[in-house]
């Protein structure tokens, strides 16, 4: 019956207390906030006052190149100019070309830094000119920016005309020469200028910033204060009152220990019916288990089924001169395919970029051989662009299109005719890239895809070429240029698909392919593949 009373006590002089606690936990969690608040503000301005200060740096550093770079300028031309006026020798055309392309360079980059400085740039962390004085100042400056600008371009395609070493070029020299050494010292005054403004400006920036700092580490220590004051020394008394509580609860707990053994066996009870329940989700996720190694058997049995429904590519290699295949599928199943026949004297080479990759994909794919074979072998269609305009009817009558469905693939055509060794081109979404001489050029196909749904009368069109001895064909997709990698995680793009080429279309088309598929590892590194990758190479004579 005591224990009884005592427990009766503490429940009353609980619920009397309860109202204070909670009044000390509001202010408690009011007075965390305020503190998180402002410490989450600090943090921001002081990250934007980062970010400024960097902003500020390139933006200071760019104008002081902007000086270098002028009197580089300067320096380049007065060489061409000494040039000009000693005899040709080796030594001295060396010098020279040396003096013309640091002419180029410099005065490429002086334009670039110019407009980044004026307009900003994200890449490099300019931002544009906000200030109205400096937009002023700018604007003063740019009337002698233009002049040694338009000076340097017109010097620079002197020289790279057929005007080139003449008297009529000794006379362009000389008067660009003479108008950009005119101007370079109002140039670098006025730059000056714009460096110092530049400066001034993030000082104030700076200042500011200090002020708000200084602001914000004064409310801080008034909140804290506030805190220790108003929260926690009130807590304090109360820890001293709940431990005296404590004492007199001792034996209370003694007798709630026992409650508590009986619960542990009604626990223990428990605890037998979860092994059993987690036997049983071991047992299901052995099923799941299984029911996926049977899906991945069928996937596989799937790649064996597309491998063999296309060409292999030793047949490719032995009816070329020189010929590589490379496939790299981003899945099991690939969305991309091959397709390789003779025809009578043609010899027809076809690469398509299904929609969509993996399982999707690969159905697309069949479709699409199956059609190839039915307009090419059944039909006995070898034009072309006749190919392409069949494929998207078939596409449209097979699938029965709907407008707002876009199932389909982007294609290259080419047909060779061996008895007048001519090559004809024909595309659609896909381009042909021909090594000829040395030099990479690409061929576009036609804009839309084959998808059976946007109807254009002759909407693809043949190219015809004489294939010259040593030329080199490439087909190709487009997961390649679309790989995301490098430092920036950018993608490859055309324009380094195009570089690569020419850098490796002279190798063996064994090592080409080697350097392809190293070079898209390189690229990628650690990153999950964009889409899959077929490249095609061949060399007919």
Request: proline share 1%.
């Amino acid at each position: 019956m005591k224990n009884d009373n005592t427990l009766f006590d503490n429940y009353n002089y609980a619920l009397k207390e309860d109202t204070s606690v909670q009044n000390l936990k509001i202010g408690y969690i009011l007075a965390l906030f305020f503190v998180a608040l402002i410490t989450v503000m600090s943090q921001l301005f002081i990250r934007n006052a980062l970010k400024n200060q960097e902003s500020d740096a390139n933006v200071v550093n760019t104008s002081g190149r902007q000086r270098f770079l002028s009197q580089q300028i300067s320096k380049n031309v007065n060489i061409l100019l000494l040039d000009e006026f000693l005899p040709n020798t080796p030594q001295t055309q060396a010098k020279s070309d040396t003096a013309f392309a640091e002419l180029q360079k410099a005065t490429d980059l002086w334009e670039k830094n110019h407009i980044a400085l004026l307009k900003g740039d994200k890449n490099r962390n300019i931002p544009a000119i906000s200030s109205p004085i400096l937009l002023q100042m700018f604007v003063e400056m740019g009337e002698n920016f233009d002049i040694m600008l338009q000076a340097s371009k017109d010097l620079i395609n002197a020289k790279s005309s057929d005007n080139f070493k003449n008297a009529k070029f000794k006379e362009i020299l000389q008067k660009k020469a003479d108008i950009i050494l005119s101007v370079e010292k109002k140039f670098l005054q006025q730059m000056n200028k714009i460096v110092d403004r530049f400066a001034l400006e993030a000082k104030e920036k700076i200042e500011t910033l200090k002020w708000i700092e200084l602001i914000l580490m004064f409310v801080t220590f008034f909140v804290l204060f506030g805190e220790a004051m108003l929260i926690f020394r009130p807590i304090t008394k109360k820890v001293n009152t709940y431990i005296l509580d404590l004492k007199n609860t001792y034996e209370e707990v003694l007798t709630l220990s026992e409650e508590l053994r009986q619960i542990n066996e009604e626990l223990f009870a428990n605890n037998e019916a979860l092994e059993s329940f987690r036997v049983l989700i071991e047992k299901q996720n052995r099923e799941l288990e299984i029911q996926h190694q049977s899906v991945m058997d069928s996937i596989d049995y799937a790649k064996h089924i597309q491998n063999a429904i296309m060409v292999e590519q030793e047949d490719i290699i032995q009816s070329f001169k020189g010929a590589f295949v490379l496939n790299i599928p981003k899945d099991v199943v690939s969305g991309d395919f091959y397709w390789f026949g003779k025809v009578n004297e043609y010899k027809i080479m076809i690469l398509a970029d299904c929609t969509g990759h993996g399982v999707a994909g690969a159905f697309m794919t069949m479709i699409g051989v199956t059609l190839l074979n039915e307009i090419i072998h059944f039909q006995g269609v070898t034009n072309p662009e006749v190919i392409l305009a069949n494929l998207d009817m078939l596409l449209k009558e097979t699938l029965q299109q709907h407008q707002k469905i876009k199932n389909g693939m982007d294609i290259g055509i080419v047909v060779i005719d061996e008895n007048n060794n001519q090559l004809t081109f024909a595309g659609a979404r896909h381009n042909l890239y021909v090594a000829h001489k040395g030099h990479i050029t690409q061929i576009k196909g036609a804009s839309n895809s084959i998808d059976g749904i946007v109807y254009i009368e002759f909407p693809f069109v043949n190219h015809i070429f004489d294939i010259q001895k040593g030329d080199i064909f490439y087909l190709t997709s487009d997961g390649y240029r679309d790989q995301f990698g490098g430092e920036k995680g950018t993608k490859y793009l055309h324009r380094n698909f195009k570089n690569l080429l020419q850098e490796i279309h002279t190798e063996s088309f064994f090592v080409q392919k080697e350097k392809l598929e190293a070079e898209h590892y390189r690229w990628r590194g650690d990153l999950e593949q964009t889409d899959d990758i077929l490249i095609m190479g061949f060399q007919v004579i």
